[in-house]
């Protein structure tokens, strides 16, 4: 490894091209450049520079050097910058994982205007389900993630942020005869099959779903089970049952799909953003963020409850 003081030496005779005017400008006398210098060449096996009684030029190899030594030492100029900017969360990198529901809802906005006004810092995006999460969590894989879970249903553990309330609303095919009326009850569409996602990726409000179709003295009819919220649209499309969603899930407009609110089944869902105390400095940033940001927080308008939806 050659040192940044030969670098700093070779750059300075590079553009002053006179070892007097070079050793001044380096806050040392001419002898000792002299002996860097040609340490240096004997070190790269290469001559640097064509030096004659009365000047002194660079050779090919000293001018093709040039550049790249003078990027080196920007580089190394910046480094401290770019410590004391990580250190305060406006650098590096960021792994953040979130359920596909979110992506229906705010999350593009902040990852914009996120990595506007954070540009150093890269963010390595991850769609994953809760379970999958935490696995991740625990593997040391992701700094935060969105999580779907039902009301005050946070995995323990974590520092956490209600980033969006909404309700769930029922996904049903266009043909079916409920999907004549602008806002349903849970007796409707008790007895019809669900399209619903397994227990594990979101245990707490497979659980609130459950429980609510037991307090009417009903039994859920689950014909399918999916993990992302796509796909269980789609399978509602293809006549594979009914399905609840989160209302976020209403932007995701599929043909012969349409989502109607139950009005005696006021069950809603929550997603949180979670995260370890002891993450990156990032994290913080991230957080603050977002909880700054207008659809912070929010609790969705109900869209789904307009016939049209």
């Known amino acids: ?8 030496q070779f750059t300075a005779l590079a553009e002053e091209l006179h070892f007097g005017r070079a050793a001044a400008r380096l806050h040392m006398t001419q002898p000792p450049l002299t002996q860097a210098i040609q340490g240096l060449e ?6 640097l520079f064509v030096r004659t ?4 030029a660079l050779t090919p190899a000293g001018l093709a050097l040039l550049p790249a030594v003078r990027r080196l030492l920007a580089a190394a100029e910046a480094l401290p910058q770019v410590a004391q900017a990580a250190a305060a969360g406006l650098a590096g990198q960021l792994r953040l994982a979130f359920v596909s529901s979110v992506a229906y809802g705010p999350l593009p906005e902040w990852l914009r205007s996120f990595r506007e006004a954070h540009p150093d810092v890269v963010l390595q995006l991850r769609e994953a389900t809760l379970d999958v999460q935490l696995a991740a969590f625990d593997a040391d894989e992701i700094d935060a993630g969105f999580l779907l879970h039902a009301l005050g249903a946070v995995p323990p553990g974590f520092a956490a942020w209600p980033a969006l309330t909404e309700p769930l609303v029922m996904a049903l095919p266009a043909s079916h005869p409920a999907a004549a009326r602008p806002v349903l009850h849970l007796a409707d569409v008790a007895a019809e099959p669900l399209v619903i996602f397994p227990r594990q990726i979101a245990p707490s409000l497979y659980d609130a779903l459950l429980a609510a179709y037991r307090a009417r003295g009903a039994t859920p009819q689950i014909a399918q089970e999916a993990i992302q919220m796509q796909t269980i649209v789609n399978l509602v499309s293809a006549g594979m049952g009914l399905a609840w969603v989160p209302e976020a899930v209403t932007r995701l407009q599929r043909p012969g799909v349409v989502y109607r609110a139950v009005a005696d089944a006021p069950l809603r869902c929550q997603t949180s953003l979670v995260w370890r105390e002891q993450g990156p400095p990032v994290v913080q940033r991230f957080v603050a963020h977002v909880q700054g940001a207008p659809a912070g927080a929010a609790t969705m308008a109900r869209s789904a409850a307009d016939p049209g939806t």
Do not use: F, K
Not at 1 to 8: K, S
Not at 53 to 56: A, E, I, K, P
């Open 53 to 56: 009684r009365r000047s002194v």
């Open 42 to 47: 004997r070190q790269l096996g290469v001559p």
């Open 1 to 8: 490894m050659i040192e940044l003081r030969l670098w700093r």
